[in-house]
């Protein structure tokens, strides 16, 4: 289905659970595809019912322009959660993960009705910060320039375990898109506001991610007082790794959570 030139993928799970329905909004140059080997089978057999959009650009969606800004994704996902019957739980990975900051914390556009947000292996409040902190300690650091090629050594080593199979990492890396350059310099000035956000959020950490580290993640759940949750050995794109289940079950468990705590009137 496309709403609005944006790619929507929904699966209704056989056995709902009471919980409310689920987005997925993946990260830089990715698309719904990503979540529909693992995630999105993984969380209806759980009893989710799961929304997947490809932000502009990316997918089937509509291109991005020469213009499109940070906030243009934050608009696409914010269309999304306002035609659901009800409020959503909401799950950004990578700078994914930073739409839903922005999006939840009133940034770019007005707060739609959330019912929380999980942010998996997502972008710190503020990437410059982090990025400057990796290069004072000598951190290992991913190849961009290479990475941006969509070079397979690159690919592997930034998103994928280094056992992942030949034929896999193919398979992905033929599927990565470019950002437009003016998605990267907006995400850097135009900064989510943790203290205004009203609804509970969840993080979940790779603990072998290599663009995002754990630090980052324990840093990212101080600022949204929110529960870490470190998935061992998992790699940045934690939809495709093996370890995907751990992360599934934490999902399902914080949105059983959500709907118990949720007001009569919203369920």
């Keep these: 289905m496309n709403v609005g030139s944006i790619e929507w993928i929904t699966v209704q799970p056989q056995s709902p659970q009471p919980a409310p329905p689920v987005v997925l909004v993946h990260g830089a140059w990715h698309g719904a595809w990503c979540w529909t080997e693992q995630a999105i089978p993984d969380l209806v057999a759980r009893g989710l019912t799961v929304h997947a959009i490809s932000l502009r650009g990316h997918g089937r969606s509509v291109p991005a322009g020469p213009l ?18 009800q409020p959503p739980l909401v799950v950004g990975h990578s700078s994914g993960g ?4 922005l999006l939840m914390s009133g940034r770019c556009v007005t707060v739609p009705p959330l019912a ?31 990475l941006l090629r969509r070079e397979a050594e690159a690919v592997r080593t930034a998103l994928f375990r280094a056992d992942i199979a030949p034929a896999d990492l193919e398979r992905y890396r033929r599927q990565l898109v470019r950002e437009p350059p003016l998605v990267t310099l907006t995400s850097m000035v135009i900064r989510p506001r943790p203290l205004r956000v009203q609804v509970p959020v969840l993080v979940i950490a790779a603990g072998s991610d290599a663009i995002f580290d754990v630090p980052a993640q324990q840093e990212l759940a101080a600022a949204y007082r929110a529960e870490l949750i470190v998935i061992p050995e998992a790699a940045h794109d934690l939809m495709l790794d093996p370890a995907w289940p ?18 009569s009137t919203t369920r």
């Design 68 to 85: 499109t800004t940070i906030c243009d994704y934050v608009r696409d996902v914010q269309t999304v959660v306002r035609k659901l019957p």
């Design 98 to 101: 930073y739409v839903v900051q």
């Design 116 to 146: 929380g947000a999980v942010l998996l292996c997502s972008s710190p409040v503020s990437s410059p910060t982090y990025f400057l902190r990796r290069l004072r300690e000598r951190a290992p650091m991913v190849d961009i320039r290479a």
């Design 246 to 263: 751990l992360a599934g079950t934490a999902i399902a468990h914080f949105a059983a959570t959500l709907h118990r705590s949720a007001p």
